[in-house]
């Protein structure tokens, strides 16, 4: 699997520059916080032995080893669903300015 392709920095800083490499940012976390949310699963599968090209374990977990992973599990999973919402304000925040300023809505508000 290859990595995705994101714009390069821009060489001017204008608002459409600013505003794609926001967005950019953003996308690069969501990507980052989905390859988390797969090790989350991956790990749960180790635990109960369902995770493909790993070696079975000798004796199933027991109920106080399934209790700590789905803590832990769902601990990340908690932080994750914050991050996202952070996501969500920057991303919200940032297309709000660029409606406000693009230029079109400068040359409308002088008619």
């Known amino acids: 699997m290859s990595m995705p392709q994101f714009p390069t920095v821009c060489e001017e800083l204008t ?8 967005l950019t940012s953003i996308a690069m ?3 980052a916080l989905s390859h988390i949310i797969n090790a989350e699963g991956e790990k749960i599968q180790y635990v109960l032995g369902t995770l493909e090209g790993t070696p079975h374990q000798s004796s199933p977990p027991t109920l106080d080893e399934l209790i700590k992973i789905n803590e832990s599990v769902r601990d990340m999973l908690s932080t994750i669903s914050m991050t996202q919402m952070f996501l969500f304000g920057k991303m919200s925040t940032a297309m709000t300015l660029y409606n406000r300023n693009k230029p079109e809505n400068d040359a409308r508000s002088s008619a």
């Open 29 to 31: 976390e969501e990507l």
């Open 15 to 22: 608002l459409d520059c600013s505003v794609s490499q926001i």
